[in-house]
């Protein structure tokens, strides 16, 4: 078969006879197999701490029926504490991926274009694709636990980002990494309908469907454990396991084996074959080489001492050390049970009636016997109490599993001593977490990756222009801006910043420095400081322009300044004078108004009524001026206490 009809196939399983597919169904299902054997010592290890790490309850009839069997949260205060510390430096930030630029930028060229890629792939990531943030969420509690945890990213209208346990992708333990190991297989189970609707597409060929028995793994046992169920009969209702091979095969026959994936089930049939060719390089019409696409990016936590590709987990880590607390914990527990309910023998002589024995407080029970033949025909069971060397030896395994997981005090939001110096304190948490932030800088790098996976699907099934609207504003990017190496994108997160504290403080030494030594980009240097705040609408708040110097507002026309403050020294003169006339006016009122009443005490003296009237209308005229000018001053006082704000504000 040419290599041109297996390039343009959509299923190649179309173009085989039932032989070849056969025999390519037989050697998927052999492989995925020998794979399977090869990791087997690694899933039982993963599938106990998987039951720790979930709480598994368990029956427990040893040494006695219902005896205590408690399950101490380590392993899963270990997971929550690590996904609540990455999650926020990774993803809580309105734009996670950025585009380096680097080089000369004639017309700022390539800022505008990296500033348009890490708009858009931004978008996709927080908009578009609406699970993604899930999915990362999920990871960072199951990659602590396992070790190793996979995404696969895909284009569907746009590229899409779906976590994948490292139970379900199945690769040769020994496999140095997916990049250049021939094999590894994906564990895809579908619901009949969904084979059904893949079928009738075109994109699988149809096969009679029927129910398959899955592979049982120590997993698969995990969770039928939890959900309390026997593994069920296979029915029309169950999930068929299919497996999607990334394998090497030799189709066109020329020995050389080309990269394809082929979708099969455990019984060996073959349902799909898809290349997977990236690129394909040539020489004297032969095949020189072909470079395979990938579609899962790894994250992996602390790689394995003796090489295996499946890397160290708190699974592999803590799981000795949580059972023999959970041991402890319960052999303490079951010796408090046995010393508050305590049994023993009874001998012959105490004949004491058969039946349950119950008596009240302060009751006295007559028995038949005589003085101390109780003692001598009673005898209770010597139970101790819970030994404190066993306490003790919990409190140590329980301190070393915390320093092991980096779950100390401090690190879980506990204050030290109230006497302990602030930069002694800084001190511990930062070497406390040297541990933390290695393991972060890996899961750093596998989220870089990602993000150039993600580029390299724009760059191949982009339309040429797209339009989308981000941050409430109408955006354009273009396909040709993904035409530059995938290498410039990476996450907007530092991979050498753990913590909110270690970045705060970083940028606050870089503040401080720029405003000692010249040369400092200062906008450059606020903005980073207010994106380390996590504040937002950031360019509403501290406006640059396109070189990426601050928005600075012009000053005013120095001609209406002059007029202005003119202005505003008449309006207070003439307040001020204001002022004086009221006052003058009022001092004169109160003149009038005392000579009134001595007028009209005279008056009432003489009885005459008319001259009393008369006063009496004077004062009631007086008293409205003096009303007038208490509102007159009200206003002028109103107009001087806003004029001295705004002085105060101007000189502030």
């Known amino acids: 078969m040419k290599l041109e009809t297996l390039i343009s196939s959509q299923n190649i399983a179309e173009l085989l006879d039932e032989d070849e597919l056969t025999k390519i169904g037989s050697q998927c299902v052999s492989d995925l197999k020998e794979d399977l054997q090869s990791r087997k010592q690694w899933e039982e290890q993963m599938s106990e701490a998987m039951k720790l790490a979930v709480q598994l309850a368990e029956k427990k009839n040893t040494p006695w029926e219902n005896a205590s069997n408690v399950k101490f949260p380590l392993l899963a205060i270990a997971s929550i504490q690590f996904s609540s510390r990455v999650f926020p430096q990774l993803f809580a930030t309105p734009r996670p991926v950025k585009m380096r630029v680097g080089g000369k930028d004639l017309n700022s060229e390539k800022h505008n274009r990296a500033s348009r890629v890490s708009d858009h792939m931004s978008f996709q990531c927080l908009e578009e694709d609406e699970d993604w943030l899930s999915e990362h969420d999920n990871l960072l509690i199951a990659l602590p636990i396992m070790g190793k945890s996979f995404v696969k990213s895909y ?38 309908n969904e084979i059904i609707e893949r079928q009738r597409s075109g994109r699988y060929i149809k096969h009679d469907i029927s129910p398959i028995q899955p592979v049982k793994t120590p997993f698969s046992q995990v969770k039928d454990d939890r959900e309390g169920l026997k593994p069920p009969p296979a029915s029309d209702d169950s999930q068929i396991e299919l497996y999607e091979g990334y394998v090497l095969l030799d189709l066109d026959e020329d020995e050389y084996k080309e990269p394809y ?15 997977r060719f990236k690129k394909v390089d040539f020489s004297d019409n032969e095949v020189k080489k072909i470079t395979p696409k990938h579609y899962f990016t790894e994250y992996e936590f602390i790689p394995s001492p003796d090489g295996g590709f499946y890397s160290m987990g708190f699974g592999s880590l803590l799981t000795p050390i949580n059972e023999s607390i959970n041991t402890l914990i319960n052999q303490l527990i079951d010796a408090g049970t046995l010393a508050n309910r305590q049994g023993g023998f009874i001998g012959r002589g105490a004949r004491l009636k058969g039946g349950n024995l119950r008596y009240k ?16 025909n009673i005898m209770l069971m010597p139970f101790k109490e819970p030994s404190q060397v066993l306490f003790t030896l919990l409190t140590y395994l329980v301190e070393y599993g915390e320093r092991l997981s980096a779950v100390s005090d401090m690190m879980v939001g ?6 302990t110096p602030a930069t002694t304190a800084m001190a511990a948490l930062e070497e406390g977490m040297k541990v933390f932030t290695a393991i972060y800088q890996r899961v750093y790098r596998g989220l870089k990756k990602e993000f150039q996976q993600r580029y390299m699907l724009n760059q191949i099934y982009l339309d040429p222009e797209v339009y989308y609207e981000y941050q409430d504003d109408e955006k354009a990017v273009f396909q040709q801006d993904y035409f530059g190496d995938s290498k410039d994108i990476r996450p907007s997160a530092d991979p050498n910043m753990s913590s909110d504290v270690q970045r705060l403080t970083r940028l606050e030494a870089i503040s401080q420095r720029s405003q000692m030594v010249p040369g400092y980009n200062q906008a450059a240097v606020e903005k980073r400081f207010l994106e380390a705040l996590n504040v937002e609408g950031i360019d509403e708040i501290y406006p640059t322009d ?17 007029e202005s403050a003119k202005f505003e020294m008449d309006a207070k003169h003439k307040a001020q004078l204001l002022m004086i006339e009221s006052e003058k006016a009022e001092a004169d009122i109160a003149v009038k108004e005392t000579q009134a009443l001595l007028n009209i005490a005279k008056a009432e003296e003489l009885g005459n009524k008319i001259e009393i009237e008369a006063y009496k209308a004077l004062l009631e005229e007086l008293k409205m001026k003096r009303e007038k000018i208490k509102e007159t001053k009200s ?10 704000r705004s002085t105060d504000e101007e000189i502030s």
Not at 635 to 644: A, F, K, L, R, Y
């Open 635 to 644: 206003e002028s006082g109103g107009i001087s206490d806003m004029e001295d």
């Open 261 to 275: 994936t082929v979708t099969f089930d455990m019984t060996g049939r073959v349902h799909r074959i898809l290349n």
């Open 155 to 192: 284009f569907d209208e746009y590229p899409r980002s779906v976590h994948v346990l490292a139970k379900d992708l199945i690769i040769n333990y020994w496999a140095k990494s997916l990049e250049t190991c021939n094999r590894y297989f994906h564990r895809i189970p579908l619901y009949k």
């Open 414 to 419: 506990k204050t030290p001593g109230q006497n």
């Open 361 to 376: 407080m302060g009751e006295f029970i007559p028995i038949n016997s005589t003085g101390d033949d109780i003692k001598k």
């Open 546 to 562: 396109e070189n990426g110097q601050p928005v600075i507002q012009p000053p005013g026309d120095p001609k209406v300044e002059i």
